[in-house]
């Protein structure tokens, strides 16, 4: 019997534009103005980056381009008019159309126990009304826009920035939030919006390149540096030259969380897959600093790597090494490679200060409190077949094969991990009934997860320091509650597209169908259910936080800070 077959043509990367409707006439046209008519890149790798990566928007005055919080995968260029960036003190959440966190009282906590519907997945009409201060656009995006901007300008300080100007590149290439609030200020702005993967092949261009990195330097690294105790006791002199020769470093994939799904899928993660950024026995050229994302510090065992510790954003290595050649400048003792591997997990920025500027300005003045421990003679003799050494970042209290669970499954991420204690857990469900109770009987996790040895991951939020679930959300429906930092999102303005479903690498938000009161499912016009995205939001309004963790009769469940490990070897070790 004859097989008939479906043939579609391969998708290519001119299918998946940004913007479906952008013009030759659009391309021409920005070829014209800087800093696309000074770019060496070839006029045709330069038009096919302008088409599938870039789109022209338009805002009205007063209407919201970023927010301040928010997580962005993409910049802009103003083409026309002016926008206005709000300088810290920022705007109040309420003006951003954000959700406003209220705790509740103890009187609404009590009603609770009896007021939650006895169906799934309710939603009064007030949670899906559209926000105050809020449009829509001509394509149909839900846009904020401030109703007094004259009052604005009054009480806030600002700075404009015209014509031909960049701004959002940072947050959309460091995976940092966005620092401040700009919206548009003359009658109607023209921006060229431009996804983070356009602004990667732009920075091809040496010129764009410089450009973003003068960006930084102005803008962010000043700020950044003087923030590290390391560099504190500099002058104000020595500060600027440190500043001019710190190197920028990029490593690993943007897009991470997808690829580290189809490999945990797979079962193949393992350190050696992760990209370099430096290597164990190579010669101690400097410092590096990890600016943002995480980094993964190994050190060779037998044939393989073990996982000694991971490193965050502000986290050194190589201080140890620098310091040990520089305390025997001038004697025969031979120099001290890098004594461990340091590999990007994930998307990490790095900053890098060559040996001789630590020489000449850091070293001499640095005081005793900040200078690491000295390498003993027994550290010394270590070989690969012990990797106990310490380098000055081993946890105590965690044995390597913990070590290595964390690590593979990225739960450094989270800043309230919900770590089960298996041997303690009688599985009676009270920490579910209770977030169920709390959420109007709809639990927001489930009670399974990857699991090493006792501990187990429950699938639930855990309020990322580097939150991917925001990256890519057309509406900033999802966003950082500015009292506590959580990651909440905003029903109103949630339109159930499953993007943050999609990027969330721990499977931690599913897309539900919402109900009535009356338990009739909400449609649009053409009778589809509305999907909303739902999650743990870590009881923000609730009193004595998180309900699953009070509920636990056993202490068998916690909500912990993986991004400093103290607290979770404690509770694992009492």
Not at 64 to 85: K, T
Not at 88 to 105: K, T
Not at 294 to 313: E, I, P, V, W
Not at 360 to 383: C, I, N
């Amino acid at each position: 019997m004859e097989t008939t077959h479906l043939r579609i043509a391969r998708l290519s990367e001119e299918d998946a534009a940004f913007d479906p409707a952008f013009a030759d006439a659009d391309a021409e046209r920005l070829l014209a103005v800087a800093p696309f008519k000074d770019m060496s890149l070839p006029a045709d790798q330069l038009r096919r980056i302008l088409q599938n990566h870039c789109r022209v928007r338009r805002f009205r005055s007063g209407e919201i381009v970023v927010r301040s919080g928010d997580y962005g995968s993409s910049a802009f260029l103003v083409l026309s008019g002016s926008v206005r960036v709000v300088l810290q003190p920022g705007l109040p959440e309420s003006m951003l159309g954000r959700r406003e966190a209220r705790q509740r009282s103890i009187w609404r906590v009590i009603a609770q126990l009896w007021s939650s519907s006895a169906e799934p997945e309710v939603r009064k009409p007030a949670a899906l009304a559209p926000i105050v201060g809020s449009t829509i656009s001509e394509a149909g995006e839900v846009r904020v826009f401030l109703q007094d901007v004259p009052r604005i300008l009054s009480q806030h300080k600002t700075a404009t920035l015209g014509e031909g100007e960049f701004f959002g590149e940072i947050a959309a290439l460091s995976r940092m939030p966005r620092t401040a609030s700009i919206f548009a200020e003359s009658g109607e702005v023209e921006l060229l919006e431009v996804r983070w993967q356009g602004l990667k092949a732009l920075l091809a261009d040496q010129k764009f390149q410089h450009r973003i990195d003068d960006l930084y330097r102005k803008n962010v690294l000043s700020s950044a540096l003087r923030a590290i105790p390391l560099f504190q006791h500099l002058s104000e002199a020595q500060h600027e030259v440190l500043k001019s020769r710190v190197e920028f470093g990029t490593f690993g994939s943007y897009g991470w969380s997808g690829e580290y799904k189809k490999l945990a899928q797979k079962g193949t993660l393992n350190p050696e897959i992760e990209q370099l950024i430096a290597g164990q026995n190579t010669a101690a050229a400097g410092l590096f600093i990890v600016r943002s994302g995480f980094a993964r510090l190994t050190r060779s065992f037998g044939a393989g790597q073990r996982t000694l510790n991971y490193l965050g954003a502000g986290q050194i290595f190589g201080l140890r090494e620098v310091l040990h050649n520089w305390l025997r400048r001038g004697t025969e003792t031979p120099l001290l490679l890098y004594q461990g591997t340091l590999r990007a997990l994930g998307y990490t920025h790095t900053l890098f200060v060559p040996r001789e500027v630590l020489e000449e300005l850091v070293l001499p003045g640095l005081p005793p409190a900040l200078r690491p421990a000295a390498f003993t003679a027994e550290e010394l003799a270590e070989d690969d077949e012990d990797p106990s050494l310490d380098l000055g970042a081993q946890q105590p209290g965690i044995g390597p094969e913990m070590m290595e669970f964390l690590t593979a499954n990225r739960i450094f991420n989270g800043t309230a991990t919900m770590a089960i204690d298996l041997d303690r857990c009688t599985r009676c469900d009270d920490c579910v009934r209770a977030c169920a109770a709390t959420h109007g009987n709809n639990p927001r996790f489930l009670r399974h997860g990857p699991s090493s040895g006792r501990i187990q991951i429950a699938q639930a939020c855990m309020h990322c320091v580097d939150p991917v679930c925001m990256i890519g959300c057309p509406t900033g429906a999802i966003h950082r509650d500015s009292r506590r930092g959580n990651v909440v999102i905003n029903q109103a303005t949630c339109i159930g597209c499953s993007t943050c479903s999609n990027q969330c690498p721990y499977e931690a938000i599913r897309m539900v169908e919402v109900r009535n009161a009356k338990g009739a499912f909400v449609t649009d016009e053409s009778l589809k259910p509305i999907l909303k995205a739902t999650k743990c939001d870590l009881c923000l309004e609730q009193y004595g936080g998180p309900a699953c963790e009070r509920a636990c009769p056993h202490d068998a469940l916690r909500r912990i800070d993986m991004t400093s490990l103290d607290r979770f070897a404690r509770w694992i070790n009492p």
